[in-house]
């Protein structure tokens, strides 16, 4: 890419605000993102308040702005408390914003959270500076029931939406956004580098792998395992992460899965986890609702040639065709979920060709990347 002369380093800001901060999906393609940039030559600045994702670019070398922009107005309490401090929090953000563009030549603005979308979108349109929103939490109540929703559709006009999911894409033009506003980007991975690696099936490996939360369903995956282990012979269980529901899935695994060989790791550096999807027999996404917003690891797995089950509601699933490159399953169903499961595993090795293909064509990082770095430098290049 060549790059208009300025006495300035080009910048582009990414911003956040979180109202709950943990190591995700949403955090991993931020970073995948920003490096992309920084290899084309701009300088990336964090802009926010995230420990997360603060801690993981300063550890990269990025600038990082910590600013008091308060958690994102999305709950009850934020709410009530930006009736009232809303014009200091937007004051105390645009300070800080004005500032970085005075020291930077500061040409995209990328908003993860609601607060910079409600209160540096103006700021930033009027200064020339293009602006784009990512939607990856589902758009639910937190949006359509908010006091501050009239602002966010006036800012939506002036910007692009990725809704990251179809279902957000639906709810956003329910919501009022334009159509011509919203860009449909599809989450992308490693398809190559997975691909790489090469089958070494494990026959009967069941594995599945997020943090240890309740909307991430894992307890619903042991409980599934176990109707599985009942019926199909020579089946081994390896679940992957860590987190609040720790000693429940440890205590349940004991109870359920005596007997059966099973295992459970710590969240594993990328080119282990790699190696570890290559010997899955099924992989298995659990989610319980739809903030699974779409599923990074889901796509890993297709791309590593897993007979893979994800739950409806995860928004990878809108992108695939049920009983050819992958099975739906009901969320918060063990039963449904075992069902599916027990399929995979008696499915024929075409399955596993068929989720391969629909990585490569669906969610290759590499075309996620070019059309993110399309949408977000519109306009810079002559």
């Known amino acids: 890419m060549q790059q208009r002369q300025s006495s300035k380093k080009p910048a582009i800001i990414i911003a956040r605000f979180p109202y709950e901060a943990a190591w995700g999906g949403e955090e991993q393609h931020t970073l995948l993102l920003a490096s992309r940039l920084r290899e084309h030559g701009f300088e990336v600045i964090f802009f926010g308040n995230c420990p997360i994702l603060s801690r993981a670019f300063h550890e990269r070398g990025y600038k990082v702005k910590v600013v008091k922009g308060g958690k994102m107005i999305v709950t009850p309490f934020e709410l009530l408390k930006s009736l009232f401090i809303f014009p200091i929090l937007q004051r105390n953000m645009r300070r800080a914003f004005r500032a970085l563009k005075k020291e930077y030549d500061v040409k995209a603005l990328y908003c993860l959270s609601l607060n910079e979308k409600l209160f540096l979108t103006a700021e930033a349109v009027k200064a020339g500076i293009a602006v784009t929103w ?17 602002l966010y559709l006036k800012n939506s006009a ?25 860009v449909q980007i599809i989450n ?174 669906k969610f290759d990082q590499e075309r996620m990347l070019e059309q993110y770095e399309k949408i977000l430098l519109r306009g810079i290049f002559a």
């Open 134 to 150: 990512v939607e990856h939490q589902q758009i639910r109540d937190w949006l359509l029931k908010n006091p501050w929703q009239q």
């Open 158 to 182: 002036r910007v692009k939406i990725v809704p990251i999911s179809l279902s957000n894409q639906k709810a956003l033009l329910e919501l009022g956004v334009k159509k011509e506003n919203i």
């Open 188 to 361: 992308g991975v490693d398809v190559a580098g997975i691909s790489a690696l090469g089958r070494k099936t494990k026959k009967g490996l069941l594995m599945a792998a997020n943090r240890f939360v309740p909307k991430k369903g894992l307890l619903d995956f042991i409980s599934a395992a176990e109707l599985v282990v009942k019926k199909v012979q020579g089946v081994s269980v390896l679940v992957i992460g860590e987190g609040e529901e720790q000693e429940q899935i440890e205590d349940l695994t004991r109870r359920r899965l005596a007997g059966t060989e099973t295992r459970i790791m710590p969240p594993l550096h990328r080119k282990n986890w790699y190696e570890f999807l290559s010997r899955a027999d099924v992989y298995v996404s659990c989610a319980r609702d739809a903030s699974e917003t779409f599923s990074l690891n889901t796509a890993e797995a297709l791309a590593a040639g897993c007979k893979v089950v994800v739950t409806r509601c995860s928004g990878i699933a809108d992108y695939l065709d049920d009983g050819r490159d992958a099975l739906l399953a009901e969320p918060g169903d063990p039963k449904d979920l075992a069902a599916k499961m027990i399929e995979a595993l008696r499915a024929p090795e075409r399955m596993r060709k068929n989720a391969m293909e629909t990585a490569k064509k």
